[in-house]
């Protein structure tokens, strides 16, 4: 059985960090590309970063270039989103994804991703 588990999120103050981990199960993550997504209440999903399969390159949103790094170990057959210098709005559920080696995606929206997990919540407040 595919799935993907994100967890990591958390109660978090302005300035402060978080990891959020993605792991894979029922397949190996060699092949795929991963990105994690956020989407917050009444807004829609964006795109956060995603990691490529062969070469890889990263994508980074704007919004959060030099203040989140993804990686991926996959010994470990998982993804992180190390998030550093969160602010408020960074609060969001984020969620991580998978495509397949051939499957046409949107890194900005997530469209044609292939595998999604449940989401992890991170609130960032004082």
């Known amino acids: 059985q595919v799935q993907l588990v994100e967890s990591g999120g958390g109660l978090v103050q302005p300035g402060g960090s978080l990891r959020l981990s993605c792991a894979a199960s029922?397949?190996?993550?060699?092949?795929?590309?991963i990105g994690w997504f956020r989407q917050a209440p009444g807004k829609e999903r964006e795109g956060v970063s995603c990691?490529?399969?062969?070469?890889?390159?990263?994508y980074y949103a704007h919004s959060v270039k030099g203040r989140f790094t993804i990686s991926r170990d996959n010994a470990k057959n998982t993804v992180y989103l190390q998030m550093n210098s969160l602010k408020p709005e960074d609060t969001a559920v984020y969620y991580c994804a998978a495509a397949g080696l051939y499957s046409d995606y949107d890194q900005m929206t997530g469209d044609g991703m292939d595998y999604w997990g449940q989401g992890t919540q991170v609130t960032v407040s004082s």
């Open positions: 029922g397949f190996t993550l060699d092949y795929w590309a």
């Open positions: 990691i490529s399969t062969s070469d890889g390159s990263t």
